[in-house]
T-cell receptor
Framework: GIQVEQSPPDLILQEGANSTLRCNFS?????LQWFHQNPWGQLINLFY???GTKQNGRLSATTVATERYSLLYISSSQTTDSGVYFC?????????????FGKGTTLSVSS | KAGVTQTPRYLIKTRGQQVTLSCSPI?????VSWYQQTPGQGLQFLFE???????NKGNFPGRFSGRQFSNSRSEMNVSTLELGDSALYLC??????????????????FGPGTRLTVL
């Protein structure tokens, strides 16, 4: 089945720093989403981005479907950005599957 | 619009018991999916319901089952609980506009989860 790899697994930043999170996937997809899981377990949808570039405030994401990767950019990080960031994909050629999640990147932002 | 709601938020059960979790999707959403999150296995898909029919199923034993009602609310049931069933169970809803036989291709919105502890 499709493999979803996220890097880095852990990231420690000072407040105000910028960061880039990467998601590589091993097969074509027709859905890719980025989520932020807060310390209480809530998964918050950041982007639905199977291809192209989107921006929302300090966050932006780019998916290059032909090269099978997606990037999540966080600028001017804040302590509230801490948590786990997940990339999840829906494979194109696997009917009957659902969102396949990567293992996540754990981000810690200190003041 | 109100978000996805899940009840109960926390649950403690003992081995061998059974449990039912509930999920109310966003108004107008017809697809409800369930996921299990554990530290060891991460987030794994359980099943998806669309218009009261199970449309997709993950690789979990038959002890895990679910259903969807005409108002799109969904329940999942776990029978004969095992210690390894301790997990955060997350429900997601979406419009469910994907192709027949595949999971929807639109955005999924997650509820706050039910944290199940099996003793």
């Amino acid at each position: 089945g499709i493999q979803v790899e996220q890097s880095p697994p852990d990231l420690i930043l000072q407040e105000g720093a910028n960061s880039t999170l990467r998601c590589n996937f091993s097969d074509s997809v027709n859905n890719l989403q980025w989520f932020h899981q807060n310390p209480w377990g809530q998964l918050i949808n950041l982007f639905y981005i199977p291809s192209g570039t989107k921006q929302n405030g300090r966050l932006s994401a780019t998916t290059v479907a032909t090269e099978r990767y997606s990037l999540l950019y966080i600028s001017s990080s804040q302590t509230t950005d801490s948590g786990v960031y997940f990339c999840a994909v829906e494979p194109t050629n696997q009917a009957g599957t659902a969102l396949i999640f990567g293992k996540g990147t754990t981000l810690s932002v200190s003041s | 619009k109100a978000g996805v709601t899940q009840t109960p938020r926390y649950l403690i059960k003992t081995r061998g018991q059974q449990v039912t979790l509930s999920c109310s999707p966003i108004s107008g959403h017809r697809s409800v999916s369930w996921y299990q999150q554990t530290p060891g296995q991460g987030l794994q898909f359980l099943f998806e319901y669309f218009s009261e029919t199970q449309r997709n199923k993950g690789n979990f034993p038959g002890r895990f089952s679910g259903r969807q009602f005409s108002n799109s609310r969904s329940e999942m049931n776990v029978s004969t609980l095992e210690l390894g069933d301790s997990a955060l169970y997350l429900c997601a809803s979406s419009l469910g506009l994907g192709l027949a036989g595949t999971l929807n291709t639109d955005t999924q919105y997650f509820g706050p989860g039910t944290r199940l502890t099996v003793l």
